[in-house]
C-alpha cells in the first residue's frame, strides 16, 4: 500500500518541516488566504511544490495599518514569488483593495542564496541554542542594492567633505525573520525553505537523515585569537 503526503484544499502536498499545507500556514496569517491561495495555485500552473514559506509583515502608517504578505513556493525547477498588499478604497477604509503580483523564476537563474544569521551572546554559545533572527536573500536577476553613507576619516576635529562609501549587494528578493516578531518556527522554516532552494538549485538533493558535520574545539580558556581568550 502506497502513502501519499496529505494536500490541502487547493491541491498542494503537505511539505512543509512542521508538517502544515500551505493552506493551514494562509489561514494562519489571516491574510485573505482564499484569494492568495488562489493565485499561488494559478501560478504554479500543475507544478508540485517540494516547500512553501509564508511571511507577513504589517506596517502602521499614521492612523492607518497595512498588510503584506510574500509566500515563496519551490518546485523542482522554479521558484514562484507571490506579493500582496492591501490598500483602502475609500478615505474611511470600510472597502479595501489587493493588489497581488507573482513572479515565476527558473530555478536554473537563481544566482545566490543568502541566509544571514543574528544569535544573542555569542560569548555563551552552545550547540542547540536558538536563532535570534535569520535574513533570506535570494538573487536572479541581477538587480543590485547600494546603500551609501557619508565617508569620514580619523581626525574628529576635520570637518572636510570625504564623499560617501557604500556597499553593493545583490538582491531581488529580501525577507528578515525573527523568532521574537514571527515565533522561533517561523524562522525553523526559513532555514529549511533556503536548505532545499540550495538544493535543487545546485542540482543535489537533500538528504534528511545525513549527520550534521561535527567540529572539535579546544576549551575556551586554551584558545587565544589575537589575544583574545
Not at 525547477?77 to 475609500?90: R, S
Not at 543574528?118 to 533572527?133: C, I, L, M
Request: hydrophobic share 35%; glycine share 8%.
Amino acid at each position: 500500500m502506497s502513502h501519499h503526503a496529505p494536500e490541502d484544499n487547493a491541491g498542494l502536498p503537505n511539505r512543509g518541516p512542521s508538517g502544515e499545507t500551505l493552506t493551514e500556514a494562509l489561514q494562519r496569517t489571516g491574510f485573505y488566504p482564499r484569494l492568495v491561495g488562489d493565485v499561488v495555485a494559478d501560478a504554479l500552473d500543475g507544478r508540485a511544490p517540494l516547500s512553501h514559506l509564508t511571511h507577513l509583515e504589517t506596517h502602521f502608517e499614521r492612523s492607518e495599518v497595512r498588510r503584506h504578505v510574500t509566500v515563496l513556493v519551490l518546485t523542482q525547477d522554479m521558484l514562484v514569488v507571490t506579493h500582496v498588499d492591501e490598500a483602502p478604497l475609500d478615505d474611511e477604509g470600510h472597502r479595501m483593495s489587493a493588489q497581488v503580483s507573482t513572479e515565476s523564476v527558473p530555478v536554473s537563474q537563481i544566482a545566490t542564496v543568502v541566509l544571514s544569521y543574528v544569535y544573542a551572546q555569542p560569548v555563551d554559545y552552545t550547540p542547540g541554542d536558538p536563532v535570534r533572527e535569520v535574513t533570506l536573500s535570494i538573487a536572479w536577476s541581477g538587480g543590485q542594492r547600494i546603500d551609501l553613507m557619508p565617508a569620514g576619516c580619523g581626525d574628529p576635529q576635520c570637518d572636510a567633505d570625504h564623499g560617501y562609501t557604500g556597499t553593493v549587494a545583490r538582491e531581488d528578493l529580501v525577507l528578515r525573520i525573527s523568532a521574537e516578531a514571527d515565533g522561533p518556527r517561523a524562522v525553523q522554516d526559513a532555514k529549511h525553505f533556503a536548505r532545499l532552494l540550495r538544493a535543487v538549485n545546485t542540482g543535489s538533493a537533500p538528504s534528511q537523515a545525513a549527520p550534521r558535520p561535527r567540529l572539535s574545539f579546544a576549551p575556551r580558556a586554551q584558545r587565544t585569537h589575537g589575544g583574545r581568550a
